[in-house]
């Protein structure tokens, strides 16, 4: 029944998935016909589980080459699509999509999926927010998608829950020919030390042992005398230690099989700064402390991406501004109307002059948020983040520095569970 069952996900919430996404089109209805395609991977190699015995590890490896490479393409599609309109779509199924990795997890795979899930809710919970009020499609995408994860859970955790089930020892690979015989078996182990001492004479052992231990002061005499010179503290030479090995002159082939491999030296990409219709791309900048944007428009977004030790100034009101796997990065801008979002970054840190309503914080380590008076009532959202201060102005001009919780205490009661804030001390 392991097959039927993962059928019916197939034909439950995966298809609403499939459907609403053609709705909506797009990147979204293009990156839903790879996803489409990995789950079909997934449901031939459980159909091959269910006629053949477990393979080896090579096997295996070669029989998940399919679903792995359709993996691969989701993910390679969202990296390539990062200024499109439906990146968080895109998002949350790259991030989740590791969940068909369950048939190589034991013994425990269901909450692996769970956990795939989870990883995809930070972009879910972006949609919703940004398109509820917009359009419900994106809604019931949102929830067929989630759907889709948690009934793929619940079908590993009743038919495989301590892993992936094969048909078992008497069933051959699909495919493959009347298995090779046995090899021979091994040689029988060689005496071990137990069996010589037990045939020994036991009391003439004994009475041998004993007329040793009884000499009393004699049984020194036999001893080797420590001279001067054996000395190490009386003789320095003694403390070098002996020779170090020196192997034998290796052919060119052992050489080059044990010689370190050396990581390949990251390849420079071209700074860019360009404005695609309504987006600008600042991209690749290094140490540039002269990035200027300006007549932005409201509607316009900017987008930096892989920028290091660099300034970026934006004049005007825009939509948003995303930072994306930048490090050292300091950003200064007049207003935006939706958000400004860290991504991947480190050591980065922003400034606003007039109005921001949302600041969001993801897989960062490192931001500082200097604020404007009109920018009180903005809201933090952080996920996976550390060392964030929101810096609040004070009426003298200085700055009052906040940190931002990371440390948080969980209890389970009756109705659920209960988070509060832990302060760290230190």
């Known amino acids: 029944m392991s097959v039927p069952g993962f059928q019916d996900v197939l034909q439950g919430p995966f298809a609403t998935y ?23 991977a997934q449901l031939q190699y459980l159909i091959l589980a269910s006629q053949s015995k477990a393979p080896t590890q090579a096997e295996q490896i070669h029989l998940l080459q399919p679903t792995s490479q359709h993996i691969s393409a989701i993910q390679d599609f969202r990296e390539k699509n990062r200024t499109s309109p439906y990146f968080n779509h895109l998002s949350a199924i790259s991030e989740s999509i590791p969940a068909l990795g369950w048939v190589t997890v034991s013994p425990a795979p269901s ?10 809710q930070f972009y879910t919970n972006r949609v919703l927010k940004d398109w509820k009020e917009k359009d419900k499609k994106h809604v019931d995408w949102v929830k067929a998608w989630v759907q889709t994860l948690s009934e793929l ?51 003439n052992d004994r009475s041998a042992l004993f007329a040793q231990i009884n000499q009393g002061e004699n049984i020194t005499k036999n001893l080797k005398k420590v001279t001067a010179d054996m000395q190490t503290h009386k003789n320095p030479t003694l403390r070098t230690g002996p020779a170090p090995f020196i192997p034998p002159q290796q052919t060119a082939v052992t050489a080059s099989k044990f010689a370190p491999v050396t990581a390949p030296a990251p390849i420079d990409k071209q700074p860019v700064f360009t404005r695609d219709g309504k987006k600008w791309l600042i ?18 977004v900017v987008y930096l991406f892989k920028c290091t030790d660099s300034t970026v100034v934006v004049k005007g009101k825009i939509n948003s501004i995303t930072l994306d796997s930048c490090k ?14 860290f991504i991947n970054c480190q050591s980065v840190q922003m400034q606003v002059f007039g109005k921001v309503p949302t600041i969001s914080v993801d897989k960062t380590d490192g931001c500082q948020m200097y604020l ?25 001009g200085d ?12 209890t389970v009661t009756p109705s659920g569970l209960n988070t509060i804030v832990v302060e760290s001390k230190g």
Not at 283 to 300: F, I, S, T
């Open 111 to 120: 909450p692996y999926v769970k956990e795939m899930n989870d990883a995809g």
């Open 399 to 410: 700055y009052t520095e906040y940190p931002v919780p990371e440390q948080y205490k969980t």
């Open 283 to 300: 991209e690749y900048q290094k140490g540039n402390h002269n990035l200027l944007v300006e007549n932005a428009e409201m509607n316009n």
């Open 153 to 203: 859970q619940a079908y590993v955790k009743q038919y495989h829950t301590t892993g992936l089930v094969w048909a078992g020892k008497g069933a051959p690979m699909a495919g493959a020919g009347v298995p090779p015989p046995p090899p021979p078996g091994c040689p029988p182990p060689p005496p071990t030390l137990l069996g010589d001492i037990a045939g020994l004479d036991a009391n």
């Open 372 to 396: 404007s008076p009109e920018s009180m009532d903005v809201e933090v959202i952080s996920s996976k983040s550390s060392e964030m201060n929101v810096l609040v102005p004070k009426p003298n």
């Open 328 to 341: 050292k990065t300091s950003l200064v801008f007049d207003s935006v109307v939706a958000a400004i979002e």
């Open 18 to 40: 499939l459907v609403v996404s053609q709705q909506i089109g797009g990147d979204v209805a293009t990156h839903s016909a790879l996803v489409e395609r990995a789950f079909q």
